[in-house]
Nanobody
């Protein structure tokens, strides 16, 4: 079993930056692919970014050029650096783990989910 805990959310102004962190425990972190998704009420869950067990990266169109995903095996964490935030980035951001180690864009490829962290971007 895998436990994922997100941190780093908060309230920022448009144009500012925020870094989210996803901490994993309970299973070898090195085996997991980790993805970030976001959700707002009334909208489908959106793929943000993912990183494979080998470190390959995959970004959704909303993130490309503004966000960066990275993993730290020694700390067993995956970070999501978000720059030039916009009001439309306001959402609950969740990280997810895939035991196959992939960096899939589809949420149903992930078996383990964190509770999420709220990001609010004000104008």
């Amino acid at each position: 079993q895998v436990q994922l805990v997100e941190s780093g959310g908060g309230l920022v102004q448009a144009g500012e930056s925020l870094q989210l962190s996803c901490a994993a425990s309970g299973r070898s972190f090195r085996d997991l692919g980790i993805g970030w998704f976001r959700q707002t009420p009334g909208r489908e869950r959106e793929f943000v970014a993912a990183i494979s067990r080998e470190g390959s990266r995959n970004y959704g169109s909303l993130a490309r050029g503004r966000f960066a995903i990275a993993r730290d095996h020694s700390k067993k964490t995956v970070s999501l650096q978000m720059n030039t935030l916009r009001t439309e980035d306001t959402a609950v951001y969740c990280c997810a783990g895939d035991s196959d180690g992939s960096y899939a864009r589809l949420a149903n490829r992930y078996q383990f989910w964190g509770q999420g962290t709220q990001v609010t971007v004000s104008s």
